[in-house]
């Protein structure tokens, strides 16, 4: 199925604008809302945030959202076909203007790995307004550095414009103040860039001389927030807490940065099972690093779906050792991923494919010293290794002309359509019981009714937490829906 123009493309783009306009829109109000709701937050605002954390933009978008559901839905709905197309443009290696004759299934593809995230995942990122503006709004904004400068990965040396030279500049410094892995690890690439093509090339581009000092800049106007030095030293102040011991190093790295990376996300596992299985197939060769390489990418996809399907399944019955175990099965894994790309691809793309995949670990390594994390913190190594899956089938089909992939599209947009009604249908539910709830607390504060039964949301794995973890949230709850400080609310 060939393209002429854009058309189907821009078709793509609207509906999936759409579909987020919609989603966007039904995600309720939760746990961090209340609290953003709170007036007091404005005060932290009017104090620079001070002891708080250095996420300024982050809480400022979240102070927006929550006294806004236009600015709610604009924000998340924006950033998803921000980060679509920005992807799409990386895979295609084209700009969103340009015409060539292309079919729409890279597209597709993108859009239904994007959508089929584990529900946790969903629940702590597209679900949950407040850690959507932390974890998904810095997405796009490195995404436009890294494929500005992803070619020089290829035999190739880029040309520059003057606005990509400074643009980057305003970039690389609002990216840094969202979220604390993500600020590391981009000043941390921007060095990265600066050395490999001070080596490669033998040259320094002014693009990433700004970048890196925008990078830095960012990075110390959020850590010289003096909650993380209160995080490092305890002392109870602040939510997060940094523990650099051995022993609670280890423990997460294995309960929970590998699980949340890889075991959790099997139906990314089984794409890339079946994309490196084709990889190595049109070789036609047979070796004992192929046959090792299908063993773990077929046997690891066997046991992720199992996993999804029997989580309390155990191999030991010692959680150390379970876990462990976990932990070694993912990295065997990832290290295939990346050795099955750099022997089956050419040399002109395999780095590009390494790098990003590589990158989704990068993004995940600072979570191991923070304490808490949840899946939210991967949201954008999640992008990562969509977009690193993404370049593999676009290596793939490179000889367009000797593959007919009208079927695969079609049932890609089958899929896509499928996926994205069953979410609409969870986010009605969800809406439903959101303005039940809106109404039963209206009737009980006009009746200055002395209890108030609220209705448990439905599908709580696709959303954060809609109901009061303790007592404190339970007092932020009411101050955030001006429920009467004297009435019981209870959830049933």
Same mark, same amino acid.
Not at 134 to 147: D, M, Q, R, S
């Given at each position: 199925?060939?393209?002429?123009?854009?058309?189907?493309?821009?078709?793509?783009?609207?509906?999936?604008?759409?579909?987020?306009?919609?989603?966007?829109?039904?995600?309720?109000?939760?746990?961090?809302?209340?609290?953003?709701?709170?007036?007091?937050?404005?005060?932290?605002?009017?104090?620079?945030?001070?002891?708080?954390?250095?996420?300024?933009?982050?809480?400022?978008?979240?102070?927006?959202?929550?006294?806004?559901?236009?600015?709610?839905?604009?924000?998340?709905?924006?950033?998803?076909?921000?980060?679509?197309?920005?992807?799409?443009?990386?895979?295609?290696?084209?700009?969103?203007?340009?015409?060539?004759?292309?079919?729409?299934?890279?597209?597709?593809?993108?859009?239904?790995?994007?959508?089929?995230?584990?529900?946790?995942?969903?629940?702590?990122?597209?679900?949950?307004?407040?850690?959507?503006?932390?974890?998904?709004?810095?997405?796009?904004?490195?995404?436009?550095?890294?494929?500005?400068?992803?070619?020089?990965?290829?035999?190739?040396?880029?040309?520059?414009?003057?606005?990509?030279?400074?643009?980057?500049?305003?970039?690389?410094?609002?990216?840094?103040?969202?979220?604390?892995?993500?600020?590391?690890?981009?000043?941390?690439?921007?060095?990265?860039?600066?050395?490999?093509?001070?080596?490669?090339?033998?040259?320094?581009?002014?693009?990433?001389?700004?970048?890196?000092?925008?990078?830095?800049?960012?990075?110390?106007?959020?850590?010289?927030?003096?909650?993380?030095?209160?995080?490092?030293?305890?002392?109870?102040?602040?939510?997060?807490?940094?523990?650099?011991?051995?022993?609670?190093?280890?423990?997460?790295?294995?309960?929970?940065?590998?699980?949340?990376?890889?075991?959790?996300?099997?139906?990314?596992?089984?794409?890339?099972?079946?994309?490196?299985?084709? %990889?190595?197939?049109?070789?036609?060769? @047979?070796? *004992?690093?192929? =046959?090792?390489? !299908?063993? /773990?990418?077929?046997?690891? +996809? &066997?046991?992720?779906?199992?996993?999804?399907?029997?989580?309390?399944?155990?191999?030991?019955?010692?959680?150390?050792?379970?876990?462990?175990?976990?932990?070694?099965?993912?990295?065997?894994?990832?290290?295939?991923?990346?050795?099955?790309?750099?022997?089956?691809?050419?040399?002109?793309?395999?780095?590009?494919?390494?790098?990003?995949?590589?990158?989704?670990?990068?993004?995940?390594?600072?979570?191991?010293?923070?304490?808490?994390?949840?899946?939210?913190?991967?949201?954008?190594?999640?992008?990562?290794?969509?977009?690193?899956?993404?370049?593999?089938?676009?290596?793939? %089909?490179?000889?367009?002309?000797?593959? @007919?992939? *009208?079927?695969? =599209?079609?049932? !890609?947009? /089958?899929?896509?359509?499928? +996926? &994205?009604?069953?979410?609409?249908?969870?986010?009605?539910?969800?809406?439903?019981?959101?303005?039940?709830?809106?109404?039963?607390?209206?009737?009980?504060?006009?009746?200055?009714?002395?209890?108030?039964?609220?209705?448990?949301?439905?599908?709580?794995?696709?959303?954060?937490?809609?109901?009061?973890?303790?007592?404190?949230?339970?007092?932020?709850?009411?101050?955030?829906?001006?429920?009467?400080?004297?009435?019981?609310?209870?959830?049933?």
């Amino acid at each position: 199925m060939k393209i002429k123009d854009n058309r189907a493309r821009y078709f793509i783009y609207s509906v999936f604008f759409i579909l987020f306009v919609y989603l966007g829109y039904k995600a309720p109000y939760c746990l961090d809302e209340w609290k953003w709701g709170l007036p007091q937050r404005m005060e932290l605002m009017k104090r620079g945030f001070s002891g708080y954390n250095g996420r300024y933009l982050g809480n400022i978008l979240a102070l927006l959202i929550t006294r806004s559901e236009m600015a709610k839905t604009l924000v998340i709905s924006v950033c998803m076909v921000l980060v679509v197309w920005l992807m799409e443009v990386s895979v295609r290696r084209k700009f969103f203007s340009e015409e060539d004759k292309s079919d729409p299934i890279l597209l597709l593809s993108i859009i239904l790995l994007l959508l089929a995230v584990p529900a946790s995942l969903y629940g702590q990122s597209y679900g949950w307004p407040a850690a959507f503006v932390n974890y998904e709004v810095p997405v796009p904004l490195f995404l436009v550095y890294f494929i500005w400068t992803e070619e020089l990965y290829r035999k190739k040396a880029e040309k520059y414009s003057c606005f990509q030279t400074f643009a980057v500049i305003p970039l690389g410094i609002c990216v840094q103040l969202f979220s604390e892995n993500i600020t590391i690890i981009v000043a941390a690439y921007a060095l990265w860039m600066l050395v490999y093509t001070a080596v490669r090339y033998r040259k320094i581009y002014l693009i990433e001389v700004n970048y890196l000092c925008s990078a830095i800049l960012g990075a110390v106007l959020m850590f010289s927030n003096s909650a993380y030095s209160s995080a490092a030293v305890h002392n109870g102040k602040t939510y997060k807490s940094i523990d650099m011991s051995a022993g609670i190093l280890l423990q997460r790295f294995a309960a929970r940065i590998w699980t949340n990376l890889v075991l959790n996300n099997w139906v990314l596992t089984v794409i890339f099972t079946v994309l490196l299985t084709v %990889l190595i197939l049109k070789k036609r060769k @047979q070796s *004992f690093a192929a =046959a090792e390489m !299908l063993v /773990v990418f077929w046997g690891y +996809s &066997a046991y992720s779906i199992l996993h999804k399907i029997c989580p309390e399944w155990i191999f030991t019955g010692t959680q150390a050792v379970d876990r462990g175990i976990m932990a070694l099965l993912s990295i065997v894994f990832f290290i295939n991923v990346i050795l099955c790309v750099w022997m089956f691809t050419e040399k002109e793309e395999r780095l590009s494919i390494c790098i990003t995949y590589l990158g989704s670990l990068a993004f995940a390594a600072p979570l191991i010293a923070a304490d808490p994390i949840g899946p939210r913190c991967f949201y954008i190594s999640y992008v990562f290794e969509v977009l690193a899956a993404v370049k593999i089938l676009q290596y793939l %089909l490179k000889k367009r002309e000797e593959i @007919q992939v *009208f079927y695969p =599209a079609l049932i !890609l947009a /089958v899929t896509v359509c499928i +996926s &994205a009604l069953f979410y609409v249908r969870i986010f009605m539910i969800i809406g439903k019981y959101s303005d039940y709830r809106a109404e039963l607390i209206e009737e009980a504060v006009e009746q200055n009714a002395k209890e108030l039964t609220l209705p448990v949301m439905p599908f709580s794995d696709y959303t954060g937490y809609t109901e009061p973890i303790d007592e404190i949230w339970a007092e932020k709850f009411k101050e955030f829906y001006h429920i009467p400080e004297n009435m019981t609310v209870r959830f049933e």
